[in-house]
């Protein structure tokens, strides 16, 4: 696959951003909810906003330069595939949040031991996939195949923690709180997976 060209130079700078940026949000996010750190998890969820704030700094960039009749052809199916990107990242920045937001809450401290278990493998595998997304788009290469792999991974813990939820080891309330972690965890695997697979289109003609 070939490199990006210079135009598109700034605009893939920022996209590597992005992928930082949400990846050091889950990273943090999970200590802080399994540390019971409730200032780091506050500092997680005020960061969010400078992923909203890039999202759509990039988001004007390339609106910009598909308005721009001097964009080359061989671009726009770029631009087109970044726009296609954007809104997994920012709802995957979003999800982070959500996880950071339990930890201010303090619910590490609640959950059971199997449970707080789970989770931390949960994270660690979506913290790989996400790591392995970044990577895919940095060095525009094929990985799906492996988050693909990892997903089913999180799939499977994802029924461990529920049948650790259905056992009632915890409070109702807390079981609740763990039901929707889980959720999360999933659903980044998910986003890590379909921006692989996009971030391969994106390429595959070029």
Do not use: C
Request: a negative charge; aromatic letters at 2%.
């Amino acid at each position: 696959m070939d490199a990006a060209t210079p135009e598109l130079v700034p605009l893939e700078a920022r996209m590597i951003q992005l992928f930082a940026l949400v990846s050091e949000a889950l990273a943090g996010a999970t200590d802080a909810l399994l540390g019971i750190d409730a200032s780091k998890g506050s500092a997680v969820v005020e960061g969010d906003q400078l992923v909203d704030d890039l999202t759509a700094d990039v988001e004007l960039m390339v609106w910009r330069q598909i308005d721009d009749a001097t964009t080359p052809p061989s671009d726009l199916r770029h631009l087109v595939g970044t726009l296609l990107i954007l809104p997994e990242l920012e709802r995957s920045g979003d999800l982070a949040e959500h996880i950071a937001q339990r930890a201010v809450g303090n619910l590490g401290a609640e959950m059971s031991p199997l449970s707080r278990g789970i989770v931390q493998r949960m994270a660690e595998v979506a913290l790989g996939m996400w790591r392995d997304a970044a990577d895919a788009y940095a060095d525009r290469s094929a990985r799906s195949l492996a988050l693909h792999e990892d997903d089913e991974e999180i799939d499977i813990l994802h029924d461990r923690l529920t049948r650790e939820i259905a056992a009632e080891t915890m409070p109702t309330a807390i079981g609740a709180q763990v039901t929707l972690l889980a959720r999360f965890y999933e659903r980044l695997g998910d986003h890590a997976v379909n921006l692989a697979r996009r971030v391969e289109m994106l390429h595959r003609a070029e």
